[in-house]
């Protein structure tokens, strides 16, 4: 596999929505030019690897022009879930065949009926880009383009959303292909986080609350001291990432003493670790670790099931209350610490009392959830080895792209 970086754009339009368009407008050119070095290459030289096609992200599909001009069919990669494609499509008819408008669901008591969904969801659970007039027409514009490609590759196993791939496969749309879960299988471990690693290896088996909020996961101070008052008074071992907050200030990833109230590091020291980073699949795949407090983006989502931990779910932004939703009520995956909350929203502070309440859930040992993430961690596995659902999608796959090689 070869990487190729392309040039910085220097002017791009403030907006959000077009932004992303002046991106891929701007870097057309400069990936026709390298497409076009392989296809020279492979004319000269027979041993040359041939053009087979193009794969574009899902929001990158502005770019299926390419694919014409040099005759070759594309794909759409989604790096979410099927039930958040479906949502997507789903939307893309309100707008243009039912003329709605999406934005106005922001606030809504609206319960909308999503076909990749059994249980009807509250229209405010929408990703947050669907509230934004700018930002809602690439999300619609992304989901009207992928009907037009050979195929939809998804980040996502046939068992875990059974649902909605089957929903998806009754509406016309391309061929889909699940060949999820794509998760870091290897070792992300490094020298700095040897002292965590080293200290999770001496806790007992599924004994460790892990908190991790995605690279852009934060908290006000505030909250950052009621998720600290709530780990100190619910007893349990503990490993938390923690990012600077949005609100307040911390020198650096490790400079916790002004963030967490007084103390706390001293009278946790024997209970748990506060650290800026940690690798999370690492984290994950660990025996000591037995729940996980997620901000629910769907990778986290894949890595917690692969390794059958159970997740307390507590969204903060983009789709992750869709996600969220999707794990609690539609697969009973999950537990809930607050699925309505939202980074920046009214959603106010989460108290202690509940965030206690939602560790010791996802830490039960004989729970119900337990015992269906361990089943769908036993399904994640079986999907990815030889004659399972997502080796064999991602055969069909590859039968289809050498099918229409030029």
């Not at 929505?17 to 000269?44: M, R």
């Not at 990669?77 to 958040?84: I, L, R, V, W, Y």
């Not at 922001?106 to 934004?132: C, G, H, Q, W, Y």
């Not at 789709?319 to 009973?332: D, H, K, R, S, T």
Request: with cysteine.
């Amino acid at each position: 596999m070869r990487f190729i970086e392309l040039p910085s754009l220097d002017e791009l339009r403030s907006s959000k929505g077009i932004w992303l368009d002046s991106l891929i407008e701007g870097q057309k050119p400069h990936v026709k030019e390298f497409v076009s070095k392989i296809v020279s290459k492979s004319e000269l030289s027979p041993d040359s690897p041939q053009l087979a096609g193009f794969v574009f992200d899902a929001f990158c599909t502005g770019m299926k022009d390419l694919a014409g001009e040099f005759g070759v069919p594309w794909y759409v990669f989604s790096s979410s879930g099927a039930a958040f494609l479906g949502c997507l499509l789903y939307l893309q008819a309100l707008h243009d065949e039912q003329n709605v408008d999406i934005t106005e669901f922001k606030n809504s008591d609206a319960e909308l009926e999503i076909p990749s969904f059994v249980n009807p969801m509250a229209a405010r659970l929408l990703p947050s880009m669907t509230f934004r007039k700018d930002t809602v027409l690439v999300l619609v514009g992304a989901a009207r383009r992928l009907r037009e490609a050979s195929g939809i590759v998804v980040n996502t196993f046939v068992e875990l959303e059974s649902h909605a791939v089957n929903s998806l496969s009754k509406i016309g749309i391309p061929p889909l292909y699940p060949v999820g879960p794509i998760v870091n299988l290897g070792s992300d471990q490094s020298d700095n986080n040897s002292e965590i690693m080293e200290w999770l290896d001496v806790q007992p088996p599924s004994s460790v609350v892990f908190l991790c909020f995605g690279s852009l996961g934060s908290f006000c101070v505030d909250q950052v001291k009621e998720i600290a008052y709530a780990l100190e008074h619910s007893g349990k071992q503990f490993l938390w990432v923690l990012r600077n907050p949005s609100q307040g200030k911390m020198e650096s990833a490790s400079d916790f003493q002004e963030t967490l109230p007084e103390g706390f590091l001293d009278r946790t020291i024997e209970l748990g670790r506060v650290t800026g980073w940690a690798p999370q699949a690492g984290i994950l795949a660990h025996r000591a670790i037995g729940g996980f407090v997620s901000h629910c983006g769907w990778n986290s989502i894949l890595e917690s099931i692969h390794f059958g931990v159970p997740i307390a779910a507590w969204p903060i932004y983009a789709e992750q209350q869709f996600n969220a939703f999707q794990m609690v009520i539609e697969l009973g995956l999950a537990g809930e610490i607050k699925i309505e909350y939202s980074e920046g929203s009214n959603s106010g502070i989460v108290s202690a009392d509940s965030i206690k309440k939602g560790i010791e859930g996802v830490m039960e040992k004989d729970s119900e959830i337990r015992k269906r993430v361990k089943n769908m961690s036993e399904a994640s596995k079986k999907a990815l080895t030889d004659g399972g659902s997502s080796h064999s999608s991602l055969g069909r796959l590859i039968a289809d792209v050498m099918s229409n090689i030029p």
